[in-house]
């Protein structure tokens, strides 16, 4: 369990170095799909290769194609599309609160339409302890800050919601399936539908060749795609897809840190105070959980 925890909370971290890496390469002037094209690209070669050295069984699980297909339009293609796109029109604080929706719509989703998981008043205190968290930790005037719209706010929504959905069908269809396996089928046909966008919307062979672009896009593809999805598939795979959206509870928390020591930015005591409140909430999540066991 202490393992599956702490491989929670790298994936938490690298997921949020993610808006970093963005922001870094959306400052010198590279358009939001060749980013996103790039990433996968540099993530999917990062699963491949493990995958032949450790000749795991690609061409035996190419009879899952249609399911990879769908994983990957949900999971990766519809999220990245979605969060590029929508992140013009909403301001970063609400975009961060929007990540807690991922753990509250897989609830919903699980309690109330498959029926997976019973219904429970302190579980569901213990996800709304959380999003309080998450609002002291972004800070109010941040949320309330202009700049964002209905559209982008829809836009956003609607990529978490395939996320949630996508996590609750590879927990479903994953089963018996290597996550490396997993992770390089969907990262794969990623890059391939990402790249095909890129150049129809976009010039990916302009990419400015920079230091600290190069370095960005590789921490993006390598880190937060290539080990995060992995991590994440394989949390799902082990702990189920309850658990793994937690994840989101603790993206916001690792942004302020890496804002802290990164970027120099000072932090309240109020944003202290929203740390504390999310780790009560998913301790009280688990702690409802293993009650019930």
């Given at each position: 369990m202490l393992f599956h925890v702490i491989l929670l909370l790298y994936i938490a971290c690298v997921w949020a170095f993610t808006f970093i890496f963005i922001k870094v390469e959306e400052v010198a002037h590279v358009g939001p799909l060749t980013i996103i094209a790039g990433r996968a690209v540099i993530a999917f070669i990062c699963m491949l290769v493990p995958a032949i050295i450790l000749k795991k069984d690609l061409l035996g699980n190419f009879k899952h194609i249609g399911k990879f297909l769908v994983l990957s339009l949900l999971s990766i293609v519809s999220l990245w599309v979605a969060l590029s796109e929508g992140q013009e029109y909403i301001n970063a604080g609400v975009a961060s609160v929007m990540v807690t929706t991922v753990p509250l719509l897989t609830f919903i989703i699980l309690v109330f339409v498959l029926r997976e998981e019973k219904f429970s008043f302190i579980g569901l205190g213990g996800l709304l302890l959380g999003v309080m968290g998450i609002v002291l930790v972004v800070e109010l005037k941040t949320i309330l800050a202009g700049g964002t719209t209905v559209g982008g706010f829809l836009l956003i929504?609607?990529?978490?919601?395939?996320?949630?959905?996508?996590?609750?069908?590879?927990?479903?269809?994953?089963?018996?399936?290597?996550?490396?396996?997993?992770?390089?089928?969907?990262?794969?046909?990623?890059?391939?539908?990402?790249?095909?966008?890129?150049?129809?919307?976009?010039?990916?062979?302009?990419?400015?060749?920079?230091?600290?672009?190069?370095?960005?896009?590789?921490?993006?593809?390598?880190?937060?795609?290539?080990?995060?999805?992995?991590?994440?598939?394989?949390?799902?795979?082990?702990?189920?897809?309850?658990?793994?959206?937690?994840?989101?509870?603790?993206?916001?928390?690792?942004?302020?840190?890496?804002?802290?020591?990164?970027?120099?930015?000072?932090?309240?005591?109020?944003?202290?105070?929203?740390?504390?409140?999310?780790?009560?909430?998913?301790?009280?999540?688990?702690?409802?959980?293993?009650?019930?066991?």
């Open positions: 929504g609607s990529g978490f919601v395939m996320f949630a959905v996508g996590g609750i069908l590879v927990s479903r269809w994953g089963k018996g399936i290597d996550p490396v396996v997993t992770t390089a089928y969907l990262l794969g046909i990623g890059a391939i539908i990402l790249i095909v966008l890129a150049s129809i919307f976009e010039s990916p062979l302009r990419f400015p060749l920079t230091k600290k672009n190069v370095l960005s896009e590789l921490g993006l593809g390598v880190l937060s795609t290539a080990s995060g999805y992995f991590g994440y598939y394989y949390l799902v795979n082990k702990t189920g897809v309850y658990f793994s959206t937690f994840i989101f509870y603790f993206i916001p928390v690792f942004g302020l840190i890496a804002g802290y020591f990164v970027l120099g930015e000072m932090v309240a005591m109020t944003q202290i105070l929203g740390v504390l409140l999310i780790i009560a909430g998913v301790y009280v999540i688990n702690w409802e959980k293993r009650r019930g066991k």
